[in-house]
């Protein structure tokens, strides 16, 4: 009798991190280190469980984790160019004087 092992998802890890990142960005602030030591324990068991719930699941789990880890990538990317001040066009053309 052999036994299936099922080897861990990489699908959560991502997810947390793009949370993280994106907290990080909006708050200015990162999280703590406790706070970062449970977030990656939480995503390590979670990613060790994520074949056995995307079994009971009747839709494709992990094309939808993933595309939430994209959302949450664009949200920090458009917060990010949000709080990015752009050089004013007119200090870029005038010449300096003296």
Do not use: R
């Not at 068991?45 to 789990?61: I, K, Q």
């Not at 949200?75 to 010449?95: C, G, H, I, M, P």
């Amino acid at each position: 009798m052999t036994t299936d092992v099922a080897t861990n998802s990489h699908t959560i890890t991502p997810l947390v991190s793009a949370g993280e990142g994106l907290y990080s960005t909006i708050s200015g602030k990162g999280l703590s280190e406790n706070a970062i030591k449970v977030s990656t324990g939480v995503a390590t068991l979670l990613d060790g469980l994520f074949p056995t719930v995307s079994g009971l699941v009747s839709f494709d789990l992990n094309g939808v984790l993933v595309g939430t880890t994209d959302i949450l990538n664009g949200l920090n990317a458009a917060v990010t160019a949000a709080k990015t001040k752009q050089a004013d066009e007119t200090d870029a053309t005038q010449t300096p004087t003296a």
